[in-house]
């Protein structure tokens, strides 16, 4: 998988969401980060893996704590894409607003 | 400015609408017959535009797009409710996964002389409904309300 898939792919899991969004106030371990779900530790665990895989999570040295810190940068290529998707039909739709209007006026003085 | 949601996170769709200052019979002849003139907007040429619209009928575009690169477009036309519901989609949608096939859905609503377009684009891959939670992800970000988009601000 290329660095874009893999962000897809660990962005598609709304536990692993969730854990963004709490690693977003800061770094927090496996036991804290398990603690809000009813799965094992092994599972988050899992999500860990696929978020690191994704450059979304880095881990600490710490053998026995190893806190995950959020990397945010792979997000800005998600928010990048639907902004330019936005942006292409904004400038589509102002054009159409403006060839409509030029139209309109056109048929106005033939009249 | 078009108002967008795409903060659905159960749906893959972005939801685009805006209100146009033209009759509806105005607006769906400029998507259906003089595209060429404003699709893309400011910057973007249009280098070809075939389209055949009706159910089944191929709509052909290629745009030479404001860093000068080309992009082609290949759609098929999958309902064409005249003047309110325009349906296409990729030609490949749901047999590709290499990048966001999609469906689109234009309706627009008359509202005296004006008209409300509004646009719905669906996605449909397995590789699109990661996508799909992609947009509905980058929705809880544009929306503002999510920690994380404070977070990105700071990047």
Redesign the interface.
């Given at each position: 998988m290329d660095a874009l898939s893999s962000t897809l792919f660990a962005l598609a899991d709304p536990t692993r969401r969730d854990i963004l969004a709490r690693l977003a106030d800061g770094p927090a371990n496996v036991n804290d980060l398990a603690a809000p779900y009813a799965m094992s530790r092994v599972a988050v665990s899992k999500h860990l893996k696929v978020l690191e895989r994704a450059g979304l999570v880095t881990r600490g040295r710490d053998a026995q704590f190893r806190p995950c810190t959020l990397e945010a940068a792979p997000l800005r290529d998600v928010a990048a894409w639907v902004d330019d998707y936005r942006r292409f039909w904004d400038r589509s739709i102002d054009a159409l607003d403006g060839y409509l209007k030029d139209i309109q006026k056109k048929k106005k003085r033939r009249k | 400015?078009?108002d967008?949601q795409?903060s659905s996170?159960e749906e893959p769709i972005?939801v685009?609408t805006?209100t146009?200052?033209?009759p509806r019979e105005?607006?769906w002849a400029?998507f259906t017959d003089?595209v060429s003139?404003?699709?893309?907007?400011?910057?973007?040429e249009t280098l070809a535009c075939e389209m055949d619209v009706r159910p089944g009928g191929k709509w052909l575009h290629v745009m030479r797009l404001p860093n000068g690169e080309e992009m082609r477009m290949d759609v098929v036309y999958v309902e064409v409710t005249k003047p309110e519901r325009l349906v296409w989609q990729n030609v490949d949608f749901g047999k590709t996964t290499k990048h966001?096939a999609s469906q689109m859905t234009v309706t627009l609503e008359a509202l005296g002389n004006k008209t409300k377009?509004k646009?719905v684009?669906r996605f449909a891959t397995m590789?699109d409904?990661?996508?799909a939670?992609?947009?509905g992800?980058?929705?809880a970000?544009?929306e503002g309300n999510?920690?994380?988009a404070?977070?990105?601000k700071t990047?």
């Open positions: - | 400015m078009i967008i795409s996170k972005i685009m805006r146009l200052d033209a105005l607006v400029a003089h003139k404003w699709f893309g907007g400011r910057g973007f966001p377009w646009l684009a590789a409904r990661e996508l939670n992609r947009i992800f980058a929705g970000i544009a999510d920690k994380l404070e977070l990105l990047l």
